[in-house]
């Protein structure tokens, strides 16, 4: 094969590789997250270069020679780094809610879909990122309902004052839920409000055949001591 054509098979690999994580990244960018369409091409570049880089160094071509002992080391590197990357997507908000762990996973994904296409499987790397889109955007509706009939809800709670955390509790039992655990939000100490993270249980038969947890929220956020409350 000659330099020019394999020239342009490299050209292609990262094209592709920067095209498929581009899907994914307009996907995550058009729910507002942080790492969007420029974090995810440059995801599927820097992936896409190391692996070809390693063909080079270990097999001398674009091309594996099958040789199972082979060490990919810079691609390696680069998923490592991707790992890396991911794990400081995420971060912690002042409601104890965890953010980004979608967003990390499909970061860490396309950094693996960066690596089949500068590794040359192309229907690996398209047929990856079609089934990658399919879980961020068709499953998020089926998550969601799924979620909205489980027989736990984790709640944020903003009381007027902490005296009436008491009955709380009281009317949340009688509803037919169970108290798990109640965590204070000292995040909001300079505020007048008692703000709590409470996980409860759906005991009552009842309310799990007939209620979602909006219409839990909606009933226990009618309570004139309540000053605030939503799911987390």
Same mark, same amino acid.
């Given at each position: 094969?000659?330099?020019?054509?394999?020239?342009?098979?490299?050209?292609?690999?990262?094209?592709?590789?920067?095209?498929?994580?581009?899907?994914?990244?307009?996907?995550?960018?058009?729910?507002? %997250?942080?790492?969007?369409?420029?974090?995810?091409?440059?995801?599927? +570049?820097?992936?896409?270069?190391?692996?070809?880089?390693?063909?080079?160094?270990?097999?001398?071509?674009?091309?594996?020679?099958?040789?199972?002992?082979?060490?990919?080391?810079?691609?390696?590197?680069? +998923?490592?780094?991707?790992?890396?990357?991911?794990? %400081?997507?995420?971060?912690?908000?002042?409601?104890?809610?965890?953010?980004?762990?979608?967003?990390?996973?499909?970061?860490?994904?396309?950094?693996?879909?960066?690596?089949?296409?500068?590794?040359?499987?192309?229907?690996?790397?398209?047929?990856?990122?079609?089934?990658?889109?399919?879980?961020?955007?068709?499953?998020?509706?089926?998550?969601?309902?799924?979620?909205?009939?489980?027989?736990?809800?984790?709640?944020?709670?903003?009381?007027?004052?902490?005296?009436?955390?008491?009955?709380?509790?009281?009317?949340?039992?009688?509803?037919? +839920?169970?108290?798990?655990?109640?965590?204070?939000?000292?995040?909001?100490?300079?505020?007048?409000?008692?703000?709590?993270?409470?996980?409860?249980?759906?005991?009552?038969?009842?309310?799990?055949?007939?209620?979602?947890?909006?219409?839990?929220?909606?009933?226990?956020?009618?309570?004139?001591?309540?000053? %605030?409350?939503?799911?987390?």
């Amino acid at each position: 094969m000659g330099l020019e054509m394999e020239l342009w098979i490299m050209l292609l690999r990262i094209v592709l590789a920067v095209a498929l994580c581009a899907v994914v990244g307009c996907e995550r960018t058009n729910k507002r %997250h942080s790492a969007g369409l420029r974090t995810f091409m440059l995801m599927g +570049l820097a992936s896409a270069t190391a692996m070809i880089v390693d063909l080079y160094l270990v097999d001398g071509s674009l091309y594996p020679n099958g040789n199972g002992g082979s060490l990919y080391l810079i691609s390696a590197a680069i +998923l490592v780094a991707s790992a890396t990357l991911s794990v %400081h997507s995420l971060f912690r908000t002042a409601r104890n809610q965890i953010l980004g762990l979608t967003t990390a996973v499909a970061l860490w994904a396309c950094c693996i879909i960066g690596m089949a296409a500068g590794a040359g499987q192309y229907a690996l790397a398209v047929f990856s990122t079609l089934l990658l889109l399919f879980c961020l955007t068709t499953m998020s509706g089926l998550e969601g309902f799924l979620k909205n009939r489980s027989a736990h809800v984790e709640i944020h709670l903003e009381l007027t004052e902490s005296q009436y955390l008491k009955a709380f509790i009281t009317t949340v039992r009688r509803l037919g +839920l169970s108290i798990d655990d109640i965590e204070l939000n000292r995040s909001y100490r300079e505020t007048k409000l008692s703000v709590y993270s409470i996980s409860m249980t759906i005991e009552s038969e009842e309310l799990k055949k007939n209620k979602t947890h909006r219409e839990i929220i909606e009933a226990l956020s009618s309570l004139e001591y309540v000053s %605030h409350i939503e799911e987390m």
